[in-house]
């Protein structure tokens, strides 16, 4: 299933294309793409420089650190990681089970963090490409461009976006790098005043996330094919997914389906994910490719996030969700969803659902119990595996007999995804790279159809910020034929 | 009882007895003056500097310095504070202080006195020392890295325990602090858990194993009050051990 685009059999007589880092997508990534003098595409690949730095700067520390630790991988998801730590520290201090208490609580924060970030990737770093098109002036396609020409719309991912770092912030104590999970459960439950808080904007929000599903459906269905088959691939899908095949974000066993939607595993214990995935390196990334070991490399890569969610799950628990599911999935004629850009339509589809599920939990009572702790037996090693807005996320630590990580290993959502990326831009960089002059459109459509993935590669690389981009097209001589820069005001130039 | 002697604090009348210190007397009076590695229940160390206070003219420490008739203390002058802000400084870059990642962060009273002394930024270059954690001890860990050599659980665990099991070693800026045990490791001390030592340190030292963030954001010591009104850690790690322990009685 690897794309014949990934390693060229003569690359020394190729073209070599280079696209630096993307902008509106944080962490450094290139692209490089190698012509043949006929100019097709030879060789086509996602360079992500990943730090492995973290799991190395973990090592050494006390386990009862972690939760808050490694929030500091990322600035636009850490709770994701926050409760991912939780997790596998909970199993190191012997926790088979939450406290009622705690688990609401965790969850609940948990969709207040998917809901802040479903809005924040949809609505600031991609409805500009959707709404205006990939052609549109790059000075007016973005943020700014939106709260222009449809104010409604802006204001609505902007009060999204607030209402969940809101129930952050209530659930963690902080509304970026809280502390509100803790090995074991959680450190506070909430106050009626705080869930009487909650619950004034909740019925709002659930308005708002419906209209934003209608708002991508519309936009998919305007140009339907377009949006099919835009780098779109075959793929396999992983996720968590509920005891009774239920959608869940939270705790569950893992499922992966091929492209036709027959089960390669079902409901495995996340603990030995080990068993079941390995990480392949190659030789020109730093950045790992994670595979379904009964399918090996070649075949068994996949897709992780909301596209794999909604595509993999039997139902989702809450009614709204699930009727948008079923007109979702009846678009794929019994196999799965494998459009790439169907990836914002299942983002929305969760923001729905995140909302209703807020909703739900707001009337539990369990969340002002005083029952905040669970701990056993100290073990030697914990895994907490999660659904990070992105997509799957893993940690695994183990411990010494002093408390202190000896070892540390991390499989970020950006990673799970790395092999797809690349065979979407693969997919892309035929159909759009000709000549021997480089186009705007075509570093646009790299760039959306990375981001339809992933606006943060930095959870992977760690590195923050962003920066401008390049493209250089170099011949077979090493001669640099074009370049085209973007700056990150947005401003493009050709400096060659 | 009253001596009927005094001085000025600021220009307010501090009334004191024979033998007391400047930091004696004003905290009798209610009168904050930053310190770390004062703790009256402990001989005065005079090691932190951060209790410095200008007396006629002169920079002194006011956990050391006797009280005297009619002298006049100035303890929150915009010089006065420079330099303890400048000592604080220091303090910060001489070790590694990540706060948010560090339990005792919002009960810390380096943190605390660093607010209150208005320290916003750092102004020295980070040293950047390497310096590991013994987690040895099967409760209690200690973080190198946090450690500002106030000598308190030394003095705790000689005068109130009985035991010696700190000491500070070496001179200068290769001071540190060192375990008395046979393989210098803090789990073949004889420290206890429910010793004094353990519960006087003011940072992020000296910290109980297996609890990380258990008390959330908004409820830590120094989250809503300052530490002029709050006062030290110590008071209530003690009272914290003391309940808790009786709450094991029960
Ligand atoms: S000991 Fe205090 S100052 Fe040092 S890192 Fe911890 S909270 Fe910060």
């Given at each position: 299933m690897t794309s014949e685009l990934e390693t060229a059999e003569h690359p020394k007589g190729l073209k070599r294309t280079v696209i630096e880092p993307l902008t509106r997508v944080e962490g450094h990534g290139k692209v490089t793409l190698l012509q043949d003098e006929k100019q097709n595409i030879k060789q086509a690949r996602l360079h992500i420089s990943e730090f492995r730095g973290?799991?190395?700067?973990?090592?050494?520390?006390?386990?009862?650190?972690?939760?808050?630790?490694?929030?500091?991988?990322?600035?636009?998801?850490?709770v994701s990681h926050h409760l991912a730590a939780a997790k596998a520290t909970d199993m190191i201090v012997g926790a088979a089970e939450l406290t009622p208490t705690a688990e609401k609580i965790r969850r609940l924060m948990h969709f207040g963090q998917t809901l802040q970030s479903h809005a924040l990737h949809f609505f600031h770093l991609c409805s500009p490409d959707l709404l205006f098109g990939f052609d549109d002036e790059v000075r007016h396609r973005n943020i700014v461009g939106v709260i222009e020409d449809e104010p409604e719309i802006a204001k609505q991912g902007v009060l999204l976006r607030k209402y969940g770092q809101e129930v952050i912030r209530v659930t963690a104590g902080?509304?970026?790098?809280?502390?509100?999970?803790?090995?074991?459960?959680?450190?506070?439950?909430?106050?009626?005043?705080?869930?009487?808080?909650?619950?004034?904007?909740?019925?709002?929000?659930?308005?708002?996330?419906?209209?934003?599903?209608?708002?991508?459906?519309?936009?998919?269905?305007?140009?339907?094919?377009?949006?099919?088959?835009?780098?779109?691939?075959?793929?396999?899908?992983?996720?968590?997914?509920?005891?009774?095949?239920?959608?869940?974000?939270?705790?569950?066993?893992?499922?992966?389906?091929?492209?036709?939607?027959?089960?390669?595993?079902?409901?495995?214990?996340?603990?030995?994910?080990?068993?079941?995935?390995?990480?392949?390196?190659?030789?020109?990334?730093?950045?790992?490719?994670?595979?379904?070991?009964?399918?090996?490399?070649?075949?068994?890569?996949?897709r992780v996030g909301p596209l794999a969610r909604v595509n993999n799950c039997d139902f989702f628990p809450t009614p709204l969700a699930e009727r948008q599911r079923r007109e979702f999935t009846g678009t794929a004629e019994g196999r799965t969803v494998q459009s790439t850009l169907a990836y914002h339509w299942a983002r929305l589809i969760e923001l729905l659902h995140c909302s209703e599920s807020i909703a739900e939990l707001l009337n539990d009572s369990d969340l002002y119990g005083n029952e905040l702790l669970n701990?056993?037996?100290?073990?030697?090693?914990?895994?907490?595996?999660?659904?990070?807005?992105?997509?799957?996320?893993?940690?695994?630590?183990?411990?010494?007999?002093?408390?202190?990580?000896?070892?540390?290993?991390?499989?970020?959502s950006t990673t799970n995804n790395n092999q797809a990326m690349n065979e979407s831009i693969r997919k892309v960089a035929s159909q759009y790279l000709d000549g021997n002059q480089l186009s705007e459109a075509l570093l646009n459509q790299v760039e959306v159809a990375v981001r339809a993935y992933d606006p943060c590669l930095s959870c992977a690389t760690h590195a923050m910020g962003k920066m401008p981009l390049q493209i250089n097209l170099v011949n077979d001589k090493g001669e640099l034929l074009?370049?085209?820069?973007?700056?990150?005001?947005?401003?493009?130039?050709r400096t060659v | 009882?009253?001596?009927?002697?005094?001085?000025?604090?600021?220009?307010?009348?501090?009334?004191?007895?024979?033998?007391?210190?400047?930091?004696?007397?004003?905290?009798?009076?209610?009168?904050?003056?930053?310190?770390?590695?004062?703790?009256?229940?402990?001989?005065?160390?005079?090691?932190?500097?951060?209790?410095?206070v200008d007396?006629?003219?002169?920079?002194?420490?006011?956990?050391?310095?006797?009280?005297?008739?009619?002298?006049?203390?100035?303890?929150?002058?915009?010089?006065?504070?420079?330099?303890?802000?400048?000592?604080?400084?220091?303090?910060?870059?001489?070790?590694?202080?990540?706060?948010?990642?560090?339990?005792?962060?919002?009960?810390?009273?380096?943190?605390?006195?660093a607010y209150y002394t208005r320290m916003l930024s750092p102004r020295f270059t980070h040293f950047f020392p390497r310096r590991s954690i013994d987690a040895s001890h099967p409760d209690i860990v200690f973080y190198?890295?946090?450690?500002?050599?106030?000598?308190?659980?030394?003095?705790?665990?000689?005068?109130?325990?009985?035991?010696?099991?700190?000491?500070?070693?070496?001179?200068?800026?290769?001071s540190k602090l060192v375990f008395n045990s046979p393989s210098g490791k803090l789990g073949d001390s004889e420290l206890s858990v429910t010793d004094k030592a353990v519960s006087v340190c003011p940072v992020g030292a000296l910290l109980p194993k297996h609890q990380g963030y258990e008390k959330p954001i908004g409820k830590r010591l120094y989250d809503t009050k300052p530490i002029s009104v709050v006062g030290d850690a110590a008071l209530y790690q003690s009272v914290n051990r003391s309940s808790k322990s009786s709450e094991s009685n029960e």
């Open positions: 973290f799991e190395k700067f973990i090592q050494g520390r006390p386990y009862w650190e972690l939760p808050v630790l490694v929030q500091r991988l990322c600035g636009i998801c850490p902080k509304r970026i790098h809280g502390t509100g999970a803790i090995p074991g459960g959680i450190n506070k439950s909430l106050s009626k005043d705080e869930i009487k808080y909650l619950k004034r904007d909740i019925g709002q929000v659930i308005e708002w996330a419906q209209q934003a599903v209608e708002l991508v459906k519309r936009i998919f269905f305007e140009h339907y094919d377009y949006h099919m088959s835009f780098a779109s691939i075959d793929s396999n899908m992983l996720s968590v997914i509920r005891n009774d095949g239920a959608f869940e974000i939270y705790h569950g066993g893992l499922r992966a389906r091929d492209e036709k939607g027959n089960t390669i595993f079902d409901h495995i214990d996340y603990s030995c994910y080990g068993d079941y995935i390995r990480e392949g390196v190659k030789n020109w990334s730093y950045m790992k490719f994670p595979f379904i070991t009964s399918l090996g490399q070649e075949n068994g890569w996949y701990k056993g037996e100290l073990q030697c090693c914990g895994t907490g595996v999660i659904e990070a807005p992105r997509g799957t996320l893993f940690h695994h630590y183990e411990i010494n007999d002093d408390g202190i990580v000896k070892k540390a290993n991390l499989i970020v074009d370049r085209l820069e973007k700056r990150a005001s947005g401003e493009i130039n | 009882m009253s001596s009927g002697k005094t001085f000025k604090l600021d220009g307010k009348a501090i009334s004191f007895e024979e033998g007391d210190t400047i930091m004696d007397a004003a905290l009798r009076a209610g009168e904050y003056i930053p310190h770390l590695c004062h703790n009256p229940e402990f001989k005065p160390h005079g090691s932190c500097r951060v209790c410095v007396v006629n003219g002169h920079s002194m420490s006011a956990c050391t310095r006797p009280a005297e008739q009619d002298i006049d203390v100035d303890n929150s002058s915009d010089a006065i504070m420079d330099l303890r802000r400048s000592l604080l400084q220091m303090l910060f870059v001489e070790g590694n202080h990540i706060c948010p990642a560090c339990e005792k962060s919002g009960a810390c009273q380096l943190q605390a006195v190198f890295n946090r450690c500002i050599l106030c000598g308190l659980c030394e003095r705790a665990s000689r005068d109130v325990d009985g035991k010696n099991v700190f000491s500070i070693s070496g001179r200068g800026i290769n």
